[in-house]
């Protein structure tokens, strides 16, 4: 195993934000087979691969929402425009 391998499975320690409400259920992660649940607002240990796809998870949901409100955002423009 290389060295990069090593440092992709070298555990790291995350805790998942919890509110009761949205962010309440554990989550599924899957990686060429490896499968983790994770329970949210729970300090737990998981490989450096599984936080690194939570990351990008993360990632893309605030992208997906910051394309959301623009798009919201846009079609109030375009309604405002021909409104006049």
Request: no cysteine; net charge positive.
């Amino acid at each position: 195993m290389t060295k990069k391998n090593n440092d992709l499975n070298e555990l790291v320690t995350i805790k998942l934000f919890k509110d009761g409400e949205k962010y309440n259920d554990d989550v599924f992660v899957s990686v060429n087979g490896n499968n983790y649940q994770i329970k949210r607002g729970e300090t737990v240990q998981v490989p450096m691969f599984i936080k690194l796809q939570l990351d990008k998870a993360e990632e893309q949901r605030k992208k997906a929402e910051y394309y959301r409100d623009e798009g919201w955002k846009q079609s109030l423009i375009i309604q405002e425009g021909k409104n006049q």
